[in-house]
């Protein structure tokens, strides 16, 4: 074996550092080692970046929390563990300009600059103005900053052209704050988000995930990729009704991104300080990872301040050393293991660097410390849910479902759709003397039982209207969108079914009302059973084979509200002789939804259903797109002046009596 051992130098805005690189060459015939040379040279998966010229910022004061000692005593908790030999030391150097340029402004970039220049007496006097920004300056600000956002960006190039699989940047001072025009907050470049853009631009690198886990909110970061989709940022941290640092609604659960970044923003905002393990591990296995996997990163970066770290009086939050791990084994998981680790705050001493040694362990293979049986809080699941409830509008992976919090209250308490049934249960029966109808298989009666109302003539009337609908609208008033305060007074339901069911009776018609929304809060679903629209089939198909096929009924009538429509059409589909032979007519609003379709191959039912059936629809439906297709599978569609599904059904009323009373024209009553 040969080996040659050459030194390169780079010129960085004016400086240069040396290099060196081993290169090896393998022949084919044995070469005698010499005894100064070692039987094989190191094999480095895994990296770090440091320098001791990032503690040249520093407070005069040596009172500060971001204090030089926090990357020193992180290096040597690391080292002391036997694990920086372990490690390949990855040369570390100043941010160039176009690399901050990339995120942030010319102004911001001199603004940076210009500290280094600042006389002691300048320093002293806008002392009150970097105050007021949450920082302090001296004159090794600069370099220790650039140097900083260098050593981030060299700890993903390297994980990012496959030098080394997992790299940790133990930098200071932080970046997670600063905006494109301003430092703040500790922060004066954004180190990841500046090595996320550089990265992106030198490598092939495209799809780049950021796991935010500094409580506080990386405003800067989210700011940087705010409508771009090609970065997925995820923050978990304090919030407290946007009173907690950095402040504002920016950090909410609404705050997803705007334009084509829509939904690629995540924040999991804490409401409380005091959060723990158990918490952030809930919020990871149903929000970071399912989002994580689904948008399949080339590169995961982890802002990894420690300042919810068990002991940080700044945080006061709970996380242990084994609580980081397990979240570092998780998002290696992600992007083939290609996994950068860069710090962020964190400033109990003892705190970080503890947890930083447990984050290294994991990143050089180790499996990380077993965590004792533990539960989430009441507060990390409320907030969990209604982060998922938020994103599944986003992600088709997140099921609010399966993080529906299940509280100690639970055989105690109501939720809101079964306070909604059950007055409208109540409203029937004392309105117009509708009677519950009996669902005689225990899985329906726990899901639709008091959902399903008919009159009391339903078995004996000639003609009968089976209406199908989900619930109607609940107007909730806000304090506001931060806060999500609801305003009981100024919150009502709107029930667009009372005008129908009063013109129903009043033509004494028989009438069968089927709310298809699943009570929630039962018993988990058998198999083959995963979708609402399953159940909603079945109870549809139940009612039908027991009570209105048996009925005494010479006309049928059906009217599908919503997503009622999809339920019903399943209903016509596996029941498609005995509609041609006993419904008159099919009436479906459906609002913005997608129009229902006969299938393809049934030519005797889409005929008959061409012929007997009105689709209302508002006219900028996507169905009169000019790519679109109005086809003779979807009925006979018709158009009414009005966008809002809530009101489509009151404005068509005229219409949909009218129809009816055509289609009964001549038939027995």
Known sequence: MNGQVAGTSMDVDGEEYQQNQVSIRRSSSPVQRASSVPHR??????????????????????????????????????????????????????????????????????KVLAIQSMTPSEIFESEAYYESLSLYVTSGTTRAARLSCGGVIEACLAVARGELKKTFAIVRPPGHHAEPEEHMGFCFFNNVAVAAKVTQFLTPVRKILILDWDVHHGNGTQRAFNDDPSVLYISLHRYERGQFYPCGPFGSMESCGEGPGLGYSVNIPWPKKGMTDADYIHAFQQIVMPIGMEFAPDLVIISAGFDAAVGDDLGECFVSPAGYAHMTHMLSGLAGGNLVVALEGGYNLDSISNSSLAVARVLLGEAPPELPPMVASEAGTETVWQVAMEQSKYWKCVNPKACEPREEVDEISFSIPEILKGHRQHFLYTQYQMLQVPLMTKMFEERFGSQVMCTNDFLENPTIIVFVHEFGNLRIELDGKPTCDVQMENSYLIDFS???????????????????????????????????????????????????????????????????????????????????????????????????????????????YSKNSVVIVHPEHPAFAPEARILKRHGRVLQIEESKPIKLIMKGLPLIQDHIKQSLVGKPQ
């Not at 895994?46 to 929390?65: F, I, N, R």
């Not at 609003?589 to 129009?595: A, T």
């Open 41 to 110: 040279l190191p094999h480095f998966t895994v990296g770090y970046v440091y320098s001791q010229d990032m503690m040249l910022h520093s407070s005069a004061t040596g009172e500060h929390p971001e204090q030089p000692e926090r990357i020193s005593r992180i290096r040597t908790a690391i080292r002391d563990a036997n694990l920086l030999q372990k490690m390949k030391q990855i040369p570390i150097r100043p941010v160039k300009r176009d690399e901050a340029l990339l995120v942030h402004s010319q102004e911001h970039w001199y």
């Open 498 to 608: 009372k005008e129908l069911i009063s013109w129903v009776t009043k033509e004494k018609y028989g009438l069968l009302d089927v709310n298809v929304f699943p009570r929630p809060f039962a018993s988990p679903l058998p198999r083959g059973h995963k979708h609402v629209e399953s159940w909603s089939r079945d109870v549809l198909t139940y009612l039908w084979d027991n009570y209105i096929q048996l009925s005494g009924a010479k006309n049928i009538i059906f009217i599908g509200h919503g997503p009622g429509c999809h339920a019903l059409m399943e209903l016509i589909e596996s029941r498609p002789v005995g509609m041609i032979r006993y419904v008159n007519t099919v009436i479906q609003v459906v609002g913005n939804m997608n129009i229902p379709l006969i299938p393809k191959d049934a030519d005797e039912l889409r005929a008959w």
